[in-house]
């Protein structure tokens, strides 16, 4: 078990909905990843949030945001949905605001868009 | 340059038998380097790591090899057991402006290891 949670395991939703995804880190860690992870993209690197703030972007669409709240657990909404949005999203975190700290990855939220 | 290049997509290996998945990539701003193993169902779990001033790190039957001057690096799994059957990742790292960090994923290779 790598203690970051992540709720729900599964979610269903119809195209153009809203979901929010939900991501509870390591105890201590700061740090909070998002990616992506699809059969014909792998896993992409979404958005890093360092204590709260934002540090860093990668392939993240705008219609997708993510946060990180005070007790550090972090969202990441999808809005707009669309059939390609359907993948696992993992929600990772770490104790320092990278480089060379091990991240470790909860088990991820299956998104399927009907 | 901000991809990794892994191979082979998949691999079948006897129990007993060694196992070698080779890593390549171009931005020289990486600079930490790791892989993961994933089981079906689970998330990406850290395996082993190198940094490029290190030309090989050994832990247990897991082993990387790392080539700074042809930006390749290889992960060994001897006396493979079928225990050892999951999908591998490399990944590299790299910080970003504003402090931010890039973990860069290879697209994964399949092991499958047979009795």
């Known amino acids: 078990d790598s203690g970051v949670t992540q709720t729900p395991k599964h979610l269903i939703t119809a195209t153009g909905q809203r979901v929010t995804l939900r991501c509870s880190p390591r105890?201590?860690?700061?740090?909070v990843y998002w990616y992506q992870q699809s059969l014909d993209q792998g896993l992409q690197f979404l958005i890093h949030y360092y204590n709260g703030e934002e540090r860093a972007k990668g392939n993240i669409l705008e219609r997708f945001s993510a946060q990180q709240f005070p007790d550090l657990h972090s969202e990441l909404n999808l809005s707009s949905l669309e059939l390609g949005d359907s993948a696992l999203y993992f929600c990772a975190s770490s104790g320092g605001q990278g480089g060379n700290s091990p991240l470790h990855f909860g088990n991820g939220t299956r998104l399927t868009v009907t | 340059q901000q991809q990794v290049k892994q191979s082979p997509q998949s691999l079948i290996v006897q129990k007993g038998g060694i196992s070698i998945i080779n890593c390549a990539y171009e931005n020289t701003a990486f600079d930490y380097f790791p892989w993961y193993q994933q089981f079906p169902g689970k998330g990406p779990a850290l395996l082993i790591a190198?940094?490029?001033?290190?030309s090989e790190k050994k832990e247990g039957r897991f082993t990387i090899s790392f080539n700074k001057s042809a930006k390749q690096f290889s992960l060994h799994i001897m006396d493979s057991q079928p225990g050892d059957s999951a999908t591998y990742f490399c990944a590299a790292s790299m910080r970003l402006t504003g402090g931010g960090n890039k973990l860069t994923f290879g697209t994964g290779t399949q092991l499958k290891v047979e009795l």
């Open positions: 190198i940094r490029p001033d290190v």
């Open positions: 105890s201590g860690d700061l740090s």
